[in-house]
């Protein structure tokens, strides 16, 4: 299993009339990648940002950037992600039925290729997939609007972290994470952490700091499950 512990803000949670500041904040302050998360209003009840957001994003982004794709279909998008400077792109299992190409396609546009779970779909199938996976994204709620309640998936992660064994792909969990549900996730064998309100509640771009306290918070509990396990 990857050794660090990464934390990775969503800015579903930050200002959006200042999202390139946001993103210089929430690095600062020590976040280790930036999550993007793309909505269609088709896939999911949600409408955000396309590859125009993300392009202007890339100025201020420093570290890598994770770019969640609430969408269907996914093909015709990769080439515009690529080109906005996704360095990750991940694509759910369930927006197509081609994952295997759309996975071939996005590494062979040059971004690490990530494959997103619903909470309602298991892991049958998935280890066919796992030579062409960088990163696996267990949602631990129904994808669409952040701010919702955790959903346990704990014996799906792992499942998966057992499925992997010893490659080099990274478990991460998007959904309702904050201090008191990252020990168990972290546990199970998850090591990318993305959170939205849990990060960005209490400060702003005027008043960082408290970016900075939650951040650090939400790795010390992942980081003291990680030694006890």
């Not at 940002?49 to 794709?69: E, I, N, Q, S």
């Not at 779909?121 to 960088?134: A, F, P, S, Y």
């Amino acid at each position: 299993m990857p050794n660090q512990i990464k934390i990775a803000p969503s800015i579903l949670a930050a200002d959006f009339a200042n999202f390139g500041a946001e993103c210089r904040a929430i690095e600062d302050q020590g976040a280790d990648w930036v999550h993007i998360d793309v909505m269609d209003g088709h896939f999911v009840p949600n409408l955000t940002f396309g590859p125009a957001t993300v392009k202007a994003l890339r100025a201020h982004v420093k570290t890598v950037m994770d770019v969640h794709l609430m969408i269907t279909p996914v093909d015709p998008y990769i080439e515009a992600f690529a080109e906005a400077g996704a360095d990750i792109l991940t694509a759910h299992v369930e927006a197509g039925p081609h994952i295997h190409r759309t996975l071939q396609a996005i590494r062979g546009a040059g971004m690490k290729a990530g494959l997103a779970l619903n909470p309602g779909t298991g892991i049958d199938g998935v280890e066919t997939l796992l030579d062409l996976t960088d990163l696996i994204c267990v949602m631990t709620v129904n994808p669409g609007f952040g701010g919702q309640k955790f959903i346990d998936m704990t014996a799906k992660i792992r499942g998966l972290r057992q499925m992997i064994g010893d490659r080099p792909i990274h478990i991460e969990i998007d959904g309702g994470v904050d201090p008191s549900t990252a020990p168990s996730v972290v546990e199970a064998g998850a090591d990318v952490l993305v959170a939205g309100s849990a990060v960005f509640k209490g400060g702003s771009v005027d008043n960082p700091a408290p970016y900075g306290q939650n951040i650090a918070a939400i790795r010390a509990a992942a980081e003291g499950a990680r030694r006890a396990a």
